[in-house]
Every structure is written in structure tokens, then in C-alpha cells.
């Protein structure tokens, strides 16, 4: 017999597979205005039998039993069995052929996600069966028909058309029309009280429903966000020669949405800060608005028209909506813009996880959907664009577009792995994919990549590549292409590298004069640690393309890290020494960003102190000098960032109080509301403070996520100890983006001789969140809490709880290792300062 167990087995689901088909949910829900009251449902399943054995239906709900009212099979009312989180349907009671449920239920509320006056379902991966009985696989698609009967003043949308609405007694009730054919996961509605803007998306009648207030903001944004989206869907339909392949578009601004956007058909949802922008925007919020859209669009092709079979290969839909993104947004630039968006956006973040001792491989393997949340990561959404991009140049773009558009054809509105995939690409090329998989696709971590050169009457005599595995014995070899350049004072020669063996000579190099130095990886499309000539350092100006210079930054972190090259401090020192004259905007983002990292991770106290004062005096003068609005504005953010002096927090302070700002710089709510948060961190008593931002607040979301994030960073150490222990209830944890910047600055490093003390409680309620919060949570927990540490106590309490735990869920240890791995690094870089 088929063991019932807790979530959804990788056995239940094959053996479902077999069993039914031909399945469609007819559900109906009265949605009440008070979000602490129930919702009332009923449900009809129709689905296809094909009887095996005498094995049980198991019908997935993973809600309180009592909350399911009435059962019904075929038109006998039955007793209500519910075992492990399944609804259990004896043979007895079915037929083989078409075969009809119908349930009388109060909806569970895990992923209904009720605030004050509206709400959304976020279904992924395995949460529809918290809400309402399922079969709820990926495999398993279905028809769905939805009813919901909810306030009169809310609107509402869903996957299907609107059918029509009726009004009845201060309660409205819309009828929509029967979706396509979609996993659970996709399943969606949105209800509450938004504002709806009525535009067409390739000539069809289109809503955006949203709650910003900002009437710049809005008045900037919505025909960009239209547009955006058109130009992403016509890219697709003509790269894929297949048309937009649900019944209709519509779209959701959600405020603090918990992820950046959720690709139900006919109703995606978007994080309202990332949809929302005013005129200063600077180019990396309008690069991740564009490719944000364009991901989400994406998907409809990867993901929703076909889905991966099991969530083994979720991280499919995620790289192709990713690397489509980038192409379709990238179709405008030119090939250098096109490259630093892409360079910038990917690297920086796969590394951030692939250099972990806790690294996982893009494909991983999966007993149970109950962890698939766990699967999620930037190995998916960074390494994965980043693996495919090179296979793409392995087969070449053309053969790799026709592979995966007979992949996209064969298994449309069904399902796939990525073992269908790679037998179809495989079949458009000559090279040798199965192996490249191995390497990139299987197995973990990154190449250590370098070179060995020797000189002969001040030529190259001979040049020689190198690489190896930066953690373990194994010899694997990373295929893939890149390029590097010979600079030299009034020229640089730049070689395309074809990285096959773990040796290689570059013949083509021979003969060369000396350069000044060398850079590996110019073109910053190669995978891996890149060896440094230090040379380049002192010769830095010679490097005039922004992609090369990119490069080069993240070499030089990556190198740190490893404690090779170069000293925290001296890195610290050359970034500073770039800010007067980086004025590639991409570029002056990211060496802020490792100036942060760098001060606030890896300088030890006593060495911050040291470097304080004259780092904000280089960064307040950098902006200044600086002629870029948007080059002006991240000095400004980099120097509210790092300050700690009381001439700065004056300066700030000044800012801040009056509402007035630099010349050429200008601020919105969002910046004011960050700057007292910033200015909060250095007072003794913030309380004024923090209440007089929350006075200047105007928006009603963005009100209740400031008296989440305020508890967080009160100077009152009561208040902080209140608002941590609160997180051991869930509902406290309910909005999961407001407590993820809350933990941040609770757990910031002019706060952790305090908040050392929550670490063992956060790495005890770790298990507990991830099975009661959504896929990004564990993570964001993680991170927000340890990224910051480097105390020798905090790295001790890490490895207690592991080596006390020798049973732990193997993912979540890595995401533990994931994310404490600067507090690992600093141990030793902390000491070099």
C-alpha cells in the first residue's frame, strides 16, 4: 500500500501521475473585510480515474481537519478521514472515468496573505493544499473555475477572464471565466481595495491593479510598465515563434510583496517598490524594473505554458525567465551595455553563494515538495543565466534557439525536465553536452582560474592557462568561453579564450610585446576567481572600457576574499580611491556595495574607526565632484551608509530635519524614511526621531512596514528584545519583506554586542520558518541576521548548533553555511587590517 505521509512524496506523485487526469476545481469563496475572519468555500473536483489497486486517493489539504465541513464523492455524502495532511477517498467510493468531489470547507489562511484590506494568494511551490483540497503537484495541471464573493468596495482579478459581477447587500460577487490549463502552483486571486488602470496589451484590454499613492511615482511609471511589458512579449513571441499562450494579461502592485514578482497567467503580481518609480530613478532600479517584467513575462513560456514535471528542475523556468530577460531587455543596447548589466547583475550574487562551503549545484534533488522552497537561491536565478549563456555560446545562438523552441513545442501546456531539454539541445550540436552538464549543471562551486607567463627579450615567450576546483580534490574542468587582454599604454590586445582542458597553452599570445599588465576575464563573461596582476592597480586608468573595469572589481573582491592579492583594507583603499572618477554608474554601484561589505564585514572596530572619517570625507567629496545626478545620489547613500562621525551625522541630520538636500540631488519619501532609519542607528535616543518620520509618511502600506522596521531599531533595548521574541509567533512574521529589513538593522554592527544574543534563537526558529514561510524567507532570515557578524562568539554559536544538530535538514545547514560564510572569512581577513 502507498504510505500517507506528510506533504507531497515524490512516490504519491508519480503514482497520481498514472492514476488521474482530465482534472478541474470549481471553487467559491466569500471573502469577509475583517482579515481575522473566516473564509467560507466550496468546492467541486472533477477529475478522471484510472483505477491500479486498492490504494487510497490521497487528496493534499495541510489544514486543521476540522476546518473541512462536508465530503461528497459521486453523489454520497462520506465521513471526513484526513491523515498527514491528505484527504483520504477509498477506492469504494470512486469509478473508473470522470469522478466528482465536492467539499463544504473554511479556507486555511498560510497563503492567503490577509492585510488590513486586501490580500493575494502565493501558491508556490506546494501551497495551494494550505488553502483548499488538491492535487497539488506540478505535473497534475488543471481547469479552474472561481467564484468569489467579496466586499463591495474591493475589486478583485484572477488567471480567468471576469465572467460578470453581481452586487447583493454590500457584497459584490465576480464570476470568472475557466482559466487555462495550470499547476496549482499558478492558481491565483487577488482581492482587496486597489485602484485599477485600464490600458491594452497587444490590443487586448489589460488592468493594472495597485496602491500607490504617490502621484509621481505613478504618473513616472505606468505607461513604462505597460511598455516594458509589451516589448518584452512581442521579443518572446518572435524568439520562440509561438504566440503569447494564455487568454488574457493583468497585473498586480503588491506592497511589500514578499518576493520581486510571481508569473500567475493573467495575474501577475509585482513588488510595488520595484514597479514604482519617480524621475530620479537611477539606472540599476530601471534595469531591475526592465528585467523584473521581463522575467515575469518570460515565464508565461517557461514555467507556465510548459512546467517542469517535478521541482527537481524548478530552477528550469527560473534561468530561462532570467536569461530571457536579459536578452529581451538587452535588445536595445549595445553589446558593452548589454554585457555590464548582465556581468553586474549575476556574478556578484552566484558568487555570493557558489564561494560557500554550503554551495549547492543548480540541480538538486528532491524527495518530498514539502522542501522544495528550500531549492530556491541564487545559484537558480545568478549561476544558472550564467551557465546558459555559456551554453548558448558552446552551440551557437542559432542552434541553441532552434533546440529550445522544439522543446517549447513538444511539451506545450504539459510538462518537461530538464533531461527532455538537454536530449533535444544535445541533438543540435556536435560538442559534448552531457559532460558540460556534469560540471556546470550537477555538480557545485567554481573554478580557480589563473595563468603562468614568461618572458623572452621582453616578448611572451609563453602563455599558460590554468584551473582547478576552488574547494576539493576532483579534476573537473569548467568549458566555457571568456577573454583577456594585454594592456599597454596606448593600446590593449584583446585574445577570446576557448577554456577546454585543465592546462592550456595560448600560442596566439607568442611573440607579444610585455604589456604593462595583464587582466583575465576582460569581457567578464568567464566563470570563476580570476588570477590578478597587481600591476594593474597603479595602471588602472588605462583601463577605459566600463566592462573591463567591472571585471576587474569583482576579480579584486573575489581575491580578497580568498585572502590572495591584496588586504581588506588596501582593496577598501583602491575602491575609495575610484569614486571620483568611476562615472559608469553600474560600475560606481557596485565598488559602494563592496565598500560597504568591506567596512562593515571584514575591517575589524578598531580598523573602522581608523579609516571612518577620512572615508566619508573621500565619499562626501567624491559626490560632489561627481557631475551625474544619479552618480550623486549612491555617494549620498554610500555616505549614509558608512558614517559614524558626529560631523556627518549633523550634516545627515540637517538633511533630514529640513527636507532639503544636496545641490543636484534629489529625494523622495522612500530616501528620508531610509535616512532616519540610518540616523536612528547612531542615536542614543531615537524615539523623537522615528516618530516624526512616521508623521511624514503619507502612504498607508508603507506606514505599516515603518512600525514593524521602527520596533527593530529603537534605541530602547526592551523595545528590540520585544519586537525579536514577537518573531517566534508567526503571525508576527506575516509580513516576511518588512521583517527581513527589520532584521537588518536589528542585527546591524553598531547594534550586535546586543543582538549577539538573538542568533542561537534564530538558528533554533530556522525549521520552523521555513515551513511556515515562503520559498525566499530561510534565506532572507539567514542573511539578514548573520551577514554583518564578524565577532569570533557569533562564529562559535554557528558552529555549536551544527555540531549539536547533526540531523539537520541538509539544505537548510547550507543555507546556514551560505549565509555565514562572511562571518567564516572575516575570522581571518578581520586580522589582516
Request: with cysteine; charged share 20%; glycine share 4%.
Given at each position: 500500500?502507498?504510505?500517507?505521509?506528510?506533504?507531497?512524496?515524490?512516490?504519491?506523485?508519480?503514482?497520481?501521475?498514472?492514476?488521474?487526469?482530465?482534472?478541474?476545481?470549481?471553487?467559491?469563496?466569500?471573502?469577509?473585510?475583517?482579515?481575522?475572519?473566516?473564509?467560507?468555500?466550496?468546492?467541486?473536483?472533477?477529475?478522471?480515474?484510472?483505477?491500479?489497486?486498492?490504494?487510497?486517493?490521497?487528496?493534499?489539504?495541510?489544514?486543521?481537519?476540522?476546518?473541512?465541513?462536508?465530503?461528497?464523492?459521486?453523489?454520497?455524502?462520506?465521513?471526513?478521514?484526513?491523515?498527514?495532511?491528505?484527504?483520504?477517498?477509498?477506492?469504494?467510493?470512486?469509478?473508473?472515468?470522470?469522478?466528482?468531489?465536492?467539499?463544504?470547507?473554511?479556507?486555511?489562511?498560510?497563503?492567503?496573505?490577509?492585510?488590513?484590506?486586501?490580500?493575494?494568494?502565493?501558491?508556490?511551490?506546494?501551497?495551494?493544499?494550505?488553502?483548499?483540497?488538491?492535487?497539488?503537484?506540478?505535473?497534475?495541471?488543471?481547469?479552474?473555475?472561481?467564484?468569489?464573493?467579496?466586499?463591495?468596495?474591493?475589486?478583485?482579478?484572477?488567471?480567468?477572464?471576469?465572467?460578470?459581477?453581481?452586487?447583493?447587500?454590500?457584497?459584490?460577487?465576480?464570476?470568472?471565466?475557466?482559466?487555462?490549463?495550470?499547476?496549482?502552483?499558478?492558481?491565483?486571486?487577488?482581492?482587496?481595495?486597489?485602484?485599477?488602470?485600464?490600458?491594452?496589451?497587444?490590443?487586448?484590454?489589460?488592468?493594472?491593479?495597485?496602491?500607490?499613492?504617490?502621484?509621481?511615482?505613478?504618473?513616472?511609471?505606468?505607461?513604462?510598465?505597460?511598455?516594458?511589458?509589451?516589448?518584452?512579449?512581442?521579443?518572446?513571441?518572435?524568439?520562440?515563434?509561438?504566440?503569447?499562450?494564455?487568454?488574457?494579461?493583468?497585473?498586480?502592485?503588491?506592497?511589500?510583496?514578499?518576493?520581486?514578482?510571481?508569473?500567475?497567467?493573467?495575474?501577475?503580481?509585482?513588488?510595488?517598490?520595484?514597479l514604482f518609480l519617480d524621475k530620479n530613478a537611477t539606472q540599476s532600479q530601471l534595469n531591475s524594473r526592465s528585467n523584473l517584467i521581463g522575467h515575469e513575462v518570460a515565464h508565461m513560456w517557461f514555467g507556465d505554458m510548459v512546467t517542469m514535471d517535478w521541482f527537481t528542475d524548478v530552477w528550469m523556468k527560473e534561468v530561462f525567465a532570467n536569461f530571457m530577460a536579459d536578452k529581451s531587455t538587452g535588445v536595445s543596447s549595445n553589446k558593452d551595455v548589454y554585457d555590464l548589466k548582465f556581468l553586474t547583475s549575476h556574478f556578484p550574487a552566484a558568487y555570493a553563494v557558489d564561494r560557500t562551503l554550503g554551495t549547492n549545484p543548480i540541480r538538486q534533488p528532491l524527495d518530498n515538495l514539502q522542501n522544495a522552497g528550500m531549492l530556491y537561491g541564487p545559484i537558480i536565478y545568478d549561476k544558472a543565466p550564467i551557465m546558459m549563456r555559456q551554453l548558448e555560446l558552446l552551440m551557437g545562438e542559432e542552434n541553441f534557439r532552434k533546440g529550445v523552441n522544439k522543446y517549447l513545442k513538444k511539451y506545450a501546456y504539459s510538462n518537461a525536465s530538464w533531461t527532455d531539454l538537454i536530449s533535444i539541445l544535445d541533438s543540435e550540436t556536435e560538442e559534448d553536452l552531457q559532460s558540460w552538464n556534469k560540471v556546470w549543471v550537477n555538480q557545485t562551486g567554481r573554478p580557480i582560474i589563473d595563468y603562468t607567463v614568461n618572458y623572452k627579450n621582453d616578448k611572451i615567450d609563453n602563455f599558460t592557462l590554468s584551473q582547478h576546483p576552488e574547494y576539493g580534490t576532483e579534476n573537473k574542468v569548467w568549458k566555457h568561453t571568456f577573454q583577456l587582454s594585454l594592456y599597454y599604454p596606448d593600446t590593449t590586445i584583446i585574445t577570446n579564450i576557448n577554456f577546454l582542458n585543465e592546462t592550456q597553452d595560448v600560442p596566439e599570445l607568442r611573440d607579444k610585446a610585455k604589456p604593462l599588465f595583464i587582466l583575465l576575464n576582460t569581457s567578464g563573461i568567464g566563470y570563476g576567481v580570476f588570477g590578478i596582476d597587481t600591476t594593474m592597480l597603479s595602471h588602472f586608468s588605462t583601463i577605459k572600457k566600463p566592462i573591463h573595469r567591472a571585471s576587474a572589481y569583482i576579480s579584486l573582491y573575489e581575491n580578497m576574499l580568498n585572502s590572495n592579492i591584496i588586504s581588506p583594507v588596501k582593496l577598501l583603499d583602491f575602491f575609495s580611491d575610484q569614486l571620483e572618477n568611476e562615472t559608469t554608474e553600474l560600475n560606481l554601484r557596485l565598488i559602494t556595495n563592496y565598500i560597504s561589505s568591506i567596512y562593515w564585514e571584514y575591517l575589524n572596530p578598531k580598523s573602522r574607526l581608523l579609516e571612518s572619517r577620512r572615508l566619508e570625507d573621500i565619499v562626501w567629496n567624491a559626490m560632489n565632484k561627481q557631475a551625474i545626478k544619479n552618480n550623486k545620489k549612491l555617494l549620498l547613500d554610500c555616505y549614509e551608509n558608512i558614517f559614524q562621525s558626529d560631523t556627518a551625522y549633523n550634516n545627515l541630520y540637517a538633511i533630514w530635519e529640513q527636507q532639503t538636500h544636496p545641490v543636484n540631488i534629489n529625494l523622495n519619501e522612500d530616501d528620508y524614511t531610509n535616512l532616519s532609519l540610518a540616523l536612528a542607528l547612531r542615536s542614543n535616543d531615537n524615539e523623537s526621531l522615528l516618530q516624526q518620520q512616521l508623521s511624514r509618511i503619507k502612504n498607508n502600506d508603507r506606514i505599516n512596514r515603518f512600525k514593524i522596521i521602527m520596533q527593530a531599531v529603537s534605541s530602547n533595548t526592551e523595545t528590540r528584545n520585544q519586537f525579536f521574541n514577537g518573531l517566534s509567533n508567526k503571525q508576527n512574521r506575516s509580513n516576511e519583506s518588512a521583517i527581513g529589513t527589520a532584521l537588518t538593522y536589528l542585527h546591524h554592527p553598531l547594534r550586535q554586542e546586543t543582538s549577539i544574543a538573538y542568533l542561537q534563537k534564530s538558528l533554533e526558529l530556522l525549521a520552523e520558518i521555513q515551513k511556515t514561510g515562503d520559498i525566499f524567507f530561510p534565506d532572507n532570515w539567514l542573511r539578514s541576521t548573520f551577514y554583518n557578524y564578524q565577532y569570533s562568539k557569533a562564529q562559535e554559536i554557528v558552529h555549536t548548533f551544527l555540531a549539536t544538530h547533526q540531523d539537520y535538514n541538509p539544505t537548510l545547514k547550507n543555507k546556514i553555511l551560505q549565509a555565514t560564510d562572511n562571518l567564516r572569512r572575516a575570522q581571518k581577513l578581520s586580522q589582516q587590517n
Open positions: 500500500m502507498l504510505k500517507i505521509e506528510n506533504g507531497v512524496s515524490r512516490t504519491l506523485a508519480q503514482y497520481r501521475k498514472l492514476t488521474i487526469s482530465h482534472i478541474q476545481y470549481d471553487i467559491r469563496l466569500s471573502i469577509p473585510e475583517n482579515k481575522t475572519e473566516t473564509i467560507g468555500g466550496k468546492e467541486i473536483l472533477t477529475f478522471n480515474y484510472k483505477k491500479q489497486d486498492k490504494n487510497p486517493i490521497q487528496i493534499d489539504f495541510k489544514e486543521d481537519p476540522k476546518t473541512i465541513k462536508t465530503i461528497t464523492v459521486n453523489n454520497q455524502l462520506i465521513k471526513s478521514n484526513i491523515e498527514n495532511e491528505h484527504i483520504i477517498i477509498d477506492v469504494k467510493y470512486l469509478k473508473s472515468g470522470e469522478n466528482t468531489i465536492k467539499f463544504s470547507f473554511n479556507a486555511g489562511n498560510a497563503a492567503l496573505n490577509r492585510r488590513d484590506d486586501f490580500l493575494y494568494t502565493l501558491f508556490v511551490p506546494d501551497r495551494a493544499r494550505t488553502a483548499f483540497p488538491c492535487f497539488d503537484q506540478p505535473d497534475l495541471k488543471a481547469h479552474f473555475l472561481l467564484t468569489l464573493t467579496i466586499p463591495k468596495q474591493w475589486n478583485a482579478i484572477a488567471n480567468g477572464k471576469i465572467k460578470d459581477s453581481t452586487v447583493h447587500n454590500n457584497r459584490k460577487t465576480y464570476r470568472f471565466a475557466l482559466s487555462d490549463i495550470l499547476p496549482t502552483y499558478l492558481f491565483s486571486f487577488v482581492a482587496g481595495n486597489f485602484k485599477i488602470h485600464n490600458s491594452e496589451i497587444s490590443h487586448h484590454k489589460t488592468q493594472l491593479l495597485y496602491r500607490e499613492n504617490d502621484s509621481s511615482k505613478v504618473t513616472n511609471s505606468l505607461d513604462s510598465i505597460f511598455q516594458l511589458y509589451e516589448n518584452s512579449l512581442q521579443y518572446y513571441q518572435k524568439w520562440t515563434g509561438i504566440q503569447y499562450p494564455f487568454q488574457k494579461h493583468g497585473m498586480v502592485s503588491i506592497p511589500d510583496f514578499q518576493f520581486g514578482g510571481m508569473e500567475h497567467p493573467g495575474a501577475i503580481l509585482f513588488q510595488n517598490a520595484a
